[in-house]
C-alpha cells in the first residue's frame, strides 16, 4: 500500500471540506438574521418625513371666529381640523398653554411667570413630536386600523365612503370648535356663572383680539349678540355663546336670518331691501359659482346664461328679485362653513387613497395611503411646506 493510499482514510476530500464550509456559513447567516429584527417603517411613512404638529395660534383663533369666507373679505386662512383624535388632542393642549400665555395678563395679571409659560410651551411641543414618531407608541398604521370601524358605521360593511368620511371629519371639527369656544368662555365669564353679558363681552373683546373678524363685515356688535341670545334672557350660555364665535355653522334661526341680513345689506347697492339680477351678477353670482361642486367648469364663471338660471332657482316667488330668505340656501358658500370644509377633506382624502376608483376607502387602501388623512402633520426633511387644508 502506497502512503497515500494509506493516509486518504484520515483526510477528507475537497468536495466534503467545501460542503461543511457552505453549510457552516449558512448556519451563522441563519443565526444572524434571525437575532437581528429590524424597526420596520409603517406602511406609507418615508425614513426622511417626519410628523410635526401645527396648533393653531391664537391670533387664527381670533381672526377665524365667524369662520369662513365672505364676499367682499376674500379668502381666509382655514385651519383644518386633524383626521386623527390624539393628534387633535395633542394640538388643543399645545393651543391651550399658547392661549394662557398670550392671555397670561388678562386672566392673572402681569408677572415674570409668562416666559415660563412659553418654555413650558416649546418643552411640551418637543415632547408630545418625539412622541409621535416614535413607531412604538405611536404607529400611523396603527392608528388607521383603531379608527377605520368608528368611521366604517353607516353601514358596517368594510368600506369608508364619501358620507360617512365627511361625517368623521365634520364631528372632529366640531370638536375642536367646541374645546375653543370654551375656552374662549374662561376668559369672558369672570365670576365663573356659566353666562356672558355683552358688556363684559365687549370689554373684555377689544382688550384682548380687537375688533377682527373673518365675515367680512363688523360681527361683534349687540345686535349679533342678541341673535345668539336663544332664550333671551340678555346673556350668552356656552351654546349660545359658541354660536356667537362660529355664527357659520349655527343652527341658530335667528343667527341664519342675521347672516342673510348682513349679505343683503352689502350687496344692495340701491337700498331697496332686495337683490336684483345685476346687483347679483356682479356681486354673488362669481362668489358662490366658484365654491360650488366639483363638477362645475370655472369656465362658466360670469356666464351670462348660467347667472339668470342661478338667480331663477333662488328667485322662489319669481318676483324678479332675491329676498333675505331666498339667500339661505347659498349662505353656506358666502360663509364658509366646517361642513363645507368637511367635504373639501374628504373629497381629497379619497381622490389621493381609491386606488381601484370604485368611489370608497378600504382599509388596505387607507393605510397605504396615509398621507391623505395626515397630510399636515407629516414634514419632510428636505421640504420646508405642508398642506395646511387638509388633515
Known amino acids: 500500500m502506497t502512503p497515500a493510499a494509506a493516509a486518504s482514510p484520515g483526510r477528507k476530500s475537497p468536495a466534503a471540506v467545501l460542503l461543511l464550509c457552505v453549510v457552516t456559513i449558512s448556519l451563522l447567516m441563519f443565526i444572524l438574521l434571525t437575532s437581528y429584527s429590524p424597526r420596520l417603517q409603517p406602511h406609507g411613512r418615508s425614513p426622511h418625513r417626519r410628523l410635526k404638529l401645527h396648533p393653531k395660534n391664537s391670533a387664527a383663533v381670533a381672526s377665524s371666529y365667524g369662520t369662513g369666507e365672505s364676499g367682499g373679505s376674500g379668502a381666509q386662512y382655514h385651519h383644518a381640523a386633524p383626521f386623527d383624535p390624539a393628534i387633535a388632542e395633542l394640538e388643543r393642549r399645545l393651543e391651550d398653554k399658547e392661549w394662557e400665555r398670550e392671555h397670561y395678563r388678562l386672566l392673572h395679571g402681569d408677572g415674570e411667570e409668562k416666559d415660563d409659560h412659553m418654555k413650558e410651551w416649546e418643552e411640551f411641543l418637543k415632547e408630545e ?15 388607521i386600523r383603531a379608527l377605520f370601524p368608528k368611521i366604517d358605521l353607516n353601514p358596517q360593511d ?17 370638536g375642536d370648535q367646541l374645546h375653543r369656544s370654551a ?13 356672558v353679558s355683552f358688556g363684559d363681552f365687549q370689554t373684555l373683546r377689544k382688550e384682548s383680539h380687537g375688533e377682527g373678524n373673518s365675515l367680512g363685515f363688523p360681527w361683534w356688535k349687540e345686535e349679533h349678540f342678541n341673535a345668539s341670545d336663544a332664550n333671551g334672557d340678555g346673556f350668552l350660555n356656552k351654546a ?6 362660529n355664527p357659520s355653522d349655527s343652527d341658530n334661526p335667528k343667527v341664519i336670518n342675521l347672516l342673510c341680513r348682513q349679505e343683503l345689506r352689502q350687496r344692495d347697492k340701491d337700498g331697496d331691501g332686495k337683490i336684483t339680477f345685476e346687483e347679483y351678477f356682479h356681486g354673488l353670482h362669481d362668489h358662490i359659482h366658484g365654491y360650488d361642486d366639483e363638477n362645475t367648469e370655472i369656465s362658466h364663471i360670469g356666464n351670462m346664461t348660467i347667472a339668470k338660471e342661478r338667480f331663477s332657482k ?6 324678479g328679485f332675491i329676498s333675505e330668505r331666498e339667500l339661505e340656501p347659498i349662505l353656506d358658500k358666502l360663509h364658509l362653513s366646517e361642513r363645507y370644509y368637511a367635504r373639501q377633506q374628504a373629497t381629497h382624502a379619497i381622490s389621493e387613497a381609491d386606488k ?11 393605510i397605504e395611503n396615509p398621507y391623505a388623512f395626515y397630510g399636515s402633520v407629516y414634514f419632510s426633511d428636505d421640504e420646508d411646506y405642508f398642506h395646511e387644508e387638509f388633515r
Open 356 to 366: 381601484d376608483h370604485d368611489g370608497r376607502l378600504t382599509l388596505e387602501e387607507m
Open 129 to 143: 413630536e418625539d412622541f409621535i414618531n416614535d413607531d412604538d407608541r405611536f404607529n400611523v398604521s396603527d392608528r
Open 183 to 195: 375656552r374662549e368662555m374662561e376668559l369672558y365669564d369672570k365670576n365663573g356663572d356659566g353666562i
Open 240 to 245: 349660545e355663546f359658541h354660536d356667537f364665535l
Open 158 to 174: 368594510g368600506f369608508v365612503s364619501l358620507d360617512e368620511l365627511i361625517r368623521w371629519n365634520l364631528e372632529q371639527a366640531r
Open 314 to 319: 333662488l328667485d322662489k316667488d319669481n318676483d
